[in-house]
T-cell receptor
Framework: EDQVTQSPEALRLQEGESSSLNCSYTVSGLRGLFWYRQDPGKGPEFLFTLYSAGEEKEKERLKATLTKKESFLHITAPKPEDSATYLCAVTGANSKLTFGKGITLSVRP | EAGVVQSPRYKIIEKKQPVAFWCNPISGHNTLYWYRQNLGQGPELLIRYENEEAVDDSQLPKDRFSAERLKGVDSTLKIQPAELGDSAVYLC??????????????FGQGTRLTVV
């Protein structure tokens, strides 16, 4: 069974303090790893898809990387508007989209 | 392009009553998902459709939950009768899935169900 573990559960940063969010996964036949952002009371918003180890993608202050066992979401010089819950999900050979529990990020001004 | 549309946004019902949620996926997306999300948790899959076929419903509590996707477009998720533990946010998502490439899923705003 596919599994996704995210750490830490919660992260508090000062504005401008860079950090990384971790997503560890076990999946049979990885077909894609996805990062989402979720604001309170809203559905998850798609950020990135990574397909193979070594792949990297960037969007504004966010950069996602992928190895054979984990993915990192690096946040450079975060701003208060980056505060949200970040969800990691994987799809394997069974085509099932499995999510982790998410990491709640708070950025203080 | 319109995103995934869900209705209603909020629903409060008494336990043992029935409830239904509706989802209209993004046009052209052949895969449709229903997820349940409890507070502080990640989404958990209830059922996945490829076109009109339910290809994964192993996590759907079939004694009280049912779903349908007529004509492979809109979908309805029903709970009858509802229990207190069913209180959660019900999310619908859709994606375009091929044999090799699995594209990202796009989510609706969700329906927040409160059972009292």
């Amino acid at each position: 069974e596919d599994q996704v573990t995210q750490s830490p559960e919660a992260l508090r940063l000062q504005e401008g303090e860079s950090s990384s969010l971790n997503c560890s996964y076990t999946v049979s036949g990885l077909r894609g790893l996805f990062w989402y952002r979720q604001d309170p009371g809203k559905g998850p918003e798609f950020l990135f898809t990574l397909y193979s180890a070594g792949e990297e993608k960037e969007k504004e202050r966010l950069k996602a990387t992928l190895t054979k066992k984990e993915s990192f979401l690096h946040i450079t010089a975060p701003k208060p508007e980056d505060s949200a819950t970040y969800l990691c999900a994987v799809t394997g050979a069974n085509s099932k989209l499995t999510f982790g529990k998410g990491i709640t990020l708070s950025v203080r001004p | 392009e319109a995103g995934v549309v869900q209705s209603p946004r909020y629903k409060i019902i008494e336990k043992k009553q029935p409830v239904a949620f509706w989802c209209n996926p993004i046009s052209g997306h052949n895969t449709l998902y229903w997820y349940r999300q409890n507070l502080g948790q990640g989404p958990e899959l209830l059922i996945r459709y490829e076109n009109e076929e339910a290809v994964d419903d192993s996590q759907l509590p079939k004694d009280r939950f049912s779903a349908e996707r007529l004509k492979g477009v809109d979908s309805t998720l029903k709970i009858q009768p509802a229990e207190l533990g069913d209180s959660a946010v019900y999310l619908c998502a859709s994606s375009h899935s091929g044999e090799v490439i699995k594209t990202e899923a796009f989510f609706g705003q969700g329906t927040r169900l409160t059972v009292v």
